[in-house]
């Protein structure tokens, strides 16, 4: 490259040559993010052959489905090297198969929020039926509670404490009082953009067992009937039968929800990284792509676990120096060309970074030099790249649309609504379910605690109040084992 991305964007940020600077950062962008997918895909997708295939199990007709699409895809693309115009129409078949994907795993996620709440009731009842050792009385263990959450001044992991605790102590708190804390949380986002709020709004309901997800109709509805059984069950007077039945219940099919879980992170980081490459290669000219000795190696990799999950006869094994017979062998191979490529993406994310971070306001000041310029499309793509580059495996790749302010009307409208929701779902509810979702959502909203010493009364008043020993020794041990991990590690630290 003749220029490199750092000229680009001191020359913009300069509005210095820009008819000339724009089109360069646009290639560079793309090139860059492309060649970044290209490395961690091979490593990905190496990975995710092994997964499958030694640790996954069989797969459903819908899995197996999903993954020879994704098969499909690459093979198509790495394989047969199709045209700019070929490129786009399988991007736009991954972003199909993505919208699916997030699909299927929101529902997983809603399953296993609604399955959480009845493990954090059982296992308050669990010492009903098991003998309890002895436990801190509850002066000390306050005292131990209040010395671990402030024995840090960070007050981003002071709050995560406090937090922690919170959602593991006896809930006696009042419902009005519980209200209250919800519009002060709501409160909170006054002034912040909508979409901050409606993040916090999913949150809620996704942890109070509010959320209903249209598609849960539809995908993954054998979860249903176990979920079913356990609303209907009667927890306050439950016999040891019953709780290893309830038991079984709730870790089988969390065990099933989170294995699924796990693989339909691992389809959508595929096809997120699947997706920028092809979508790159749509955009870019063959004289502007990046010609890479490393990223040919990073292209043998994907082209030979895309061949050994096809079972296909290949000459990509010639490319080795002595003879491949055995998958064992083939993979052994490709790992030791993985070796070749260590450090490729932590150099070019480094890039990444600096090109992201001007990436807002270079669209801001150029807006009308880039609809001139005919790079409004490359703009919105880069824009998706940075999506899809993130953390954030099934972040919404939608068109951007204007973000407003949270004003108070529309704080207290929110707020009202969640608390509605909420009281009409308790109405319904045992004490134990809403103790549970009252729990639940404290856990993760705002902390509502201004000093220490409302922390030690709220601790040591959750205790008093409590006069079900079982639970109580229940919220006590795994507050204690926090407090022994947390002290060890630190031990391992110093």
């Given at each position: ?140 263990f306050t005292e131990d509670v209040v010395q671990f959450i402030f024995s840090s001044k960070d007050n981003a992991a002071i709050n995560e404490k406090v937090r922690f605790v919170i959602g593991q102590l006896p809930m006696r708190m009042l419902r009005s009082k519980y209200f209250d804390v919800i519009r002060e949380s709501v409160s909170i986002y006054k002034g912040n953009s909508l979409s901050s709020l409606e993040g916090f709004e999913y949150m809620f309901r996704t942890n109070a067992m509010l959320y209903k997800d249209k ?280």
């Amino acid at each position: 490259m003749n220029i490199s991305i750092t000229k680009c964007i001191r020359e913009l940020n300069r509005n210095h040559n820009v008819e000339e600077m724009l089109p360069e950062y646009v290639k560079q962008c793309r090139n860059y993010y492309g060649s970044h997918a290209c490395y961690k895909l091979a490593l990905e997708y190496f990975m995710f052959f092994e997964n499958v295939s030694e640790e996954a199990g069989p797969l459903n007709s819908d899995e197996d489905r999903i993954l020879g699409q994704i098969n499909s895809i690459t093979e198509s693309f790495f394989l047969k090297m199709p045209d700019m115009e070929g490129c786009k129409k399988l991007s736009e078949e991954l972003l199909s198969l993505r919208k699916e994907i997030t699909d299927r795993m929101q529902v997983l996620s809603a399953y296993v929020d609604c399955f959480s709440v009845y493990e954090y009731i059982l296992n308050r009842l669990e010492y009903r039926f098991k003998d309890m050792e002895e436990m801190p009385e509850d002066v000390q263990f306050t005292e131990d509670v209040v010395q671990f959450i402030f024995s840090s001044k960070d007050n981003a992991a002071i709050n995560e404490k406090v937090r922690f605790v919170i959602g593991q102590l006896p809930m006696r708190m009042l419902r009005s009082k519980y209200f209250d804390v919800i519009r002060e949380s709501v409160s909170i986002y006054k002034g912040n953009s909508l979409s901050s709020l409606e993040g916090f709004e999913y949150m809620f309901r996704t942890n109070a067992m509010l959320y209903k997800d249209k598609n849960m109709d539809i995908y993954f509805t054998e979860f249903k009937k176990p979920l079913e059984e356990l609303k209907n069950a009667g927890f306050e007077d439950i016999d040891i039968t019953q709780y290893k039945n309830y038991n079984d219940i709730v870790e089988d099919n969390t065990y099933e929800l989170l294995k699924l879980s796990d693989l339909y992170i691992l389809f959508g980081e595929i096809v997120n990284l699947l997706y920028t490459v092809i979508a790159v290669a749509a955009y870019t000219d063959e004289a502007d792509r990046v010609q890479d000795k490393s990223l040919g190696v990073a292209a043998t990799v994907i082209k030979g676990i895309n061949v050994l999950f096809s079972g296909k006869d290949s000459d990509i094994w010639r490319l080795a120096e002595e003879a491949l017979d055995i998958e064992k062998e083939k993979l052994e191979w490709l790992s030791e060309l993985l070796d070749e490529l260590t450090g490729k993406q932590e150099t070019i994310s480094e890039i990444l970074d600096m090109a992201e971070a001007a990436l807002g306001q270079v669209k801001e000041v150029h807006g009308g030099a880039i609809d001139s310029l005919g790079l409004t499309e490359n703009f919105d793509l880069l824009a998706r790249l940075s999506l899809l580059n993130s953390n954030s495996t099934f972040a919404e790749l939608g068109e951007d649309i204007e973000d407003v302010e949270v004003t108070a009307q529309m704080a207290d409208e929110a707020a009202g609504k969640l608390i509605s929701e909420v009281k009409e779902l308790f109405k319904n509810s045992s004490r134990i379910l809403r103790r549970a979702v009252m729990a639940n959502t404290l856990e993760k909203i705002p902390v509502f605690f201004n000093t220490p010493q409302e922390v030690a009364d709220y601790v040591s008043l959750s205790l008093l109040q409590c006069d079900d020993e079982a639970e109580k020794y229940a919220s006590k041990e795994i507050i204690m084992d926090e407090i022994e991990e947390y002290r060890m590690f630190n031990e391992t630290q110093e």
